[in-house]
């Protein structure tokens, strides 16, 4: 189906990501990456965070897993970096132009999922 025949709209991707503690994941995003605890469910088998219009879930999960990678687009990329950094981020690519063409740096969280994070 093309997209002029859709009659729908889709809404916000949330992404889960799997975390060896959900707890922990929500408090390493909120102290690192600006996020607020949203919610943790009985059991502290899935929790939320959220920044402004984003919302990530986690999921308890025993390792070994298969972390998980977003794209994230920034509008001032150079401000997202230097407030990431300055909050104690795990940036394991600093900021730098890449081959390919795009200005990017890498953030990884306490269970190795990643964040590209990128402007044109």
Do not use: C
Request: charged residues 25%; aromatic residues 12%; glycine residues 6%.
């Amino acid at each position: 189906m093309s997209a002029k025949q859709s009659l729908t709209s889709i809404g916000q991707l949330v992404p889960e990501l799997p975390v060896t503690d959900v707890e922990r994941a929500q408090k390493h995003y909120r102290d690192a990456l600006g996020f607020e605890i949203g919610w943790l469910y009985p059991g502290k088998e899935i929790g939320a965070v959220s920044r402004r219009n984003v919302a990530i879930f986690f999921r308890k999960k025993t390792p070994p897993f298969e972390a998980a990678v977003h794209w994230v687009f920034a509008e001032d990329l150079d401000a997202t970096y230097d407030e990431l950094k300055s909050a104690g981020a795990n940036i394991v690519e600093p900021l730098e132009t890449k081959p390919w063409g795009l200005r990017q740096f890498t953030v990884e969280d306490l269970d190795g999922n990643r964040f590209y994070f990128h402007h044109d």
